[in-house]
């Protein structure tokens, strides 16, 4: 199936390493030029290989603190300076420290705020102007599943993601007939760098025990979950607009 996207100018949050990486390459094998960033110089400049090895469009990487709204905003001019425009967002960010709510205080949740939920904020503001530009277009924004199910040790990401839900829903009306649909997607559990980190020398038999409480019986692959990012992007999706898009392998079971 051609998803129409050749040609089409993406940016991808957080996208040096895991889901976002995985969310860059499907869109550069699909023929989208893209743009990506992060905030290890090192760890991008590999991203910028892996991505640059799907496709024959170009690919810019620059070195971005999405927590730094200035810094963003710049990325995005950056961005439609270099390939005359933007056709694809997708916001996204680093995760948060594990732990239950009543693990972390004040702080910890003015900076999960900050690192979780503004930058997707910050980056569609600034380019939102320059996709309507164009009379087409896609946000994606990558969020968790603990938005429809909160995981208890998951407190921090819970708390502080939830509110991109009111944001999409607002965005879909702002939008109207724009031609430019807004989407959440949601990630459960996929085999992700950060989860080594987590789970430390543990990793395997804690993915093990994962995968026994996913109705599907294992964690995700982080190629599939940019194949689906790919999808709503298309020309396919195009009547899809303000959703909540779980990825989980059937984890979350609440009816909504």
Avoid at 81 to 92: E, K, P, S, Y
Avoid at 168 to 193: E, I, Q
Wanted: aromatic share 4%.
């Amino acid at each position: 199936m051609d998803l129409g996207l050749t040609g089409r100018v993406a940016m991808v949050a957080a996208s040096s390493s895991g889901l976002g990486l995985a969310v860059a390459k499907a869109l550069a094998a699909e023929g989208a030029t893209l743009s990506i960033c992060g905030r290890d110089p090192d760890k991008l400049a590999k991203a910028h290989v892996e991505v640059n090895a799907m496709g024959e469009a170009d690919v810019l990487s620059i070195p971005v603190d999405l927590r730094d709204e200035q810094a963003a905003a710049c990325w995005v001019d950056r961005t439609a300076n270099h390939f005359g425009g933007i056709d694809i967002l997708v916001t996204n960010t680093g995760g948060v420290p594990f732990g239950p709510v009543d693990a972390f205080g004040v702080a910890d949740y003015r900076a999960a705020i900050d690192g979780n939920l503004l930058p997707h904020i910050s980056l569609t503001l600034a380019a939102l102007p320059i996709i309507r530009e164009g009379g087409w277009g896609r946000v994606i924004m990558m969020a968790s599943e603990s938005v429809r199910q909160p995981h208890p040790e998951s407190g921090l990401s819970s708390v502080a993601r939830l509110g991109l839900l009111g944001y999409m829903k607002g965005l879909v009306h702002a939008l109207g007939a724009s031609g430019v649909t807004v989407n959440v997607l949601a990630p459960g559990f996929h085999r992700t760098p950060i989860l080594d980190v987590q789970f430390g020398d543990d990793v395997e038999a804690e993915l093990a025990r994962v995968a026994e409480r996913i109705p599907l019986g294992r964690v995700g692959n982080a190629a599939d979950f940019g194949a689906l990012a790919a999808f709503l992007a298309s020309d396919q999706a195009s009547y899809v607009t303000g959703t909540v898009l779980l990825a989980d392998g059937g984890n979350t079971r609440g009816i909504s």
